[in-house]
């Protein structure tokens, strides 16, 4: 089993700057080198891909509204995983629950079916 908690969120201004975490622990973890994933859902919207990036941190990727505005990294530690996500210039369209997720597969992957663990979310609020 893997537990993610994520913590972050809060209200930013049009413009502004806000730092997402995802505390993942669990020995599946270093089992699977696994990969993590951070979506977003706007109310009554489907849960959208924003970024990846693999066990290593040596690859990322990040859907194509978010390139160049939105940073993932992470530091990997024994059975636990602490994966950020930075996010800069952030927009109205920005705001949303934002889930960390975690996946077995070897890969990147962009899709919420391919994960196997979530977080509960955290809430982003951005004003205009």
């Known amino acids: 089993q893997v537990q993610l908690v994520e913590s972050g969120g809060g209200l930013v201004q049009t413009g502004g700057s806000l730092r997402l975490s995802c505390a993942a622990s669990?020995?599946?973890?270093?089992?699977?080198?696994?990969?993590m994933g951070w979506f977003r859902q706007a109310p009554g919207m489907e849960r959208e891909f924003v970024g990846f990036?693999?066990?290593?941190?040596?690859?990322?990727?990040?859907a194509d509204s978010m390139k160049g505005r939105f940073t993932i990294s992470r530091v990997n530690a024994e059975d636990s995983a602490l994966v950020h996500l930075q996010m800069i210039s952030l927009k109205p369209e920005d705001a949303g629950v934002y889930y960390c997720?975690?996946?077995?597969?070897?890969?990147?992957?962009?899709?919420?079916?391919?994960?196997?663990?979530w977080g509960q979310g955290t809430q982003v609020t951005v004003s205009s």
């Open positions: 997720a975690a996946v077995r597969k070897v890969g990147v992957f962009k899709s919420p079916e391919d994960y196997d663990y």
């Open positions: 669990g020995r599946a973890l270093n089992t699977y080198a696994m990969g």
């Open positions: 990036i693999s066990w290593t941190g040596g690859t990322t990727r990040y």
